[in-house]
């Protein structure tokens, strides 16, 4: 682990005991600092005072749901972009769903492998935080830099959440070319992450919404996936033709 991330303060916030211990003894062991919340609203307010870098936030809570909280912490004015891993014992896509569409970034379905935990909060905090600095993407009124988290259109900030964000960046680093739900899946999350397609549909969804009358620019190729409309200039150093689905030809 590198010194960065043993720095990094992750808020646990889950009222069964024995999951809230195994869940902050692991992080505890691999060099993360641990907070812990039994309840929503022991949660909001650890939130406002420690301002932690990730939440590990259990849906079903007493009083202020898991789901309710995850929406507060989005509609906030402050560390609104804190990335949410939901932890759940229910596998139904749409609670899956539901929690994505309330801001969460990850979720892990109990019972889980503490190793299958620290992996998914360490590959949020590394999309979060990056690590090389990336050059800037430009897309017709669109521009994004990764290195700030930071994406505007036409001057405009973008409030994204880092899953949001990750597909926006995705999108935006080839234009005209079609990314396959899958591969945008592999992308953001790590090849093999399981997760429905749905789920994608549900990041594009709030893009468009957060995009207002530019949402046009992403386009739904049925059948396969997502692509940002080609126009205007774009600059973009990496390489990512191993995720690529080859554009419909006219």
């Avoid at 970034?105 to 600095?133: C, H, I, M, N, Q």
């Avoid at 899946?185 to 969804?205: C, E, K, L, S």
């Amino acid at each position: 682990m590198s010194r960065a991330e043993e720095k990094k303060l992750v808020l646990v916030v889950e009222d069964e005991e024995d999951i809230q211990q195994m869940v902050c003894y692991n992080l505890l062991r691999s060099g993360w600092r641990v907070e812990c919340a039994t309840s929503g609203e022991d949660a909001l307010e650890i939130f406002a005072a420690k301002h932690p870098d990730l939440i590990l936030l259990d849906l079903m809570l007493p009083g202020l749901s898991g789901m309710e909280v995850c929406r507060r912490i989005r509609n906030g004015a402050d560390n609104a972009d804190v990335p949410v891993i939901m932890l759940t014992a229910r596998g139904e896509e749409d609670d899956i769903v539901a929690g994505l569409e309330a801001g969460a970034d990850d979720y892990v379905t109990k019972p889980f492998s503490p190793r299958v935990l620290l992996a998914r909060v360490a590959a949020v905090l590394r999309r979060k935080g990056g690590g090389e600095r990336m050059p800037l993407i430009t897309a017709g009124p669109l521009t994004i830099d990764p290195n700030r988290h930071h994406a505007e259109v036409d001057g405009r900030e973008l409030d994204l959440t880092p899953t949001e964000f990750a597909v926006l960046s995705l999108l935006a680093s080839r234009p005209g070319w079609v990314f396959s739900r899958d591969s945008i899946i592999d992308a953001v999350r790590g090849h093999g992450y399981a997760v429905t397609p749905r789920a994608v549909d549900v990041q594009v969804f709030g893009l468009r919404r957060k995009l207002g009358a530019a949402s046009s620019m992403i386009e739904t190729v049925r059948g396969v996936g997502y692509r940002l409309r080609r126009e205007g200039k774009m600059s973009m150093a990496n390489n990512v033709d191993t995720l690529l689905v080859k554009p419909d030809t006219p």
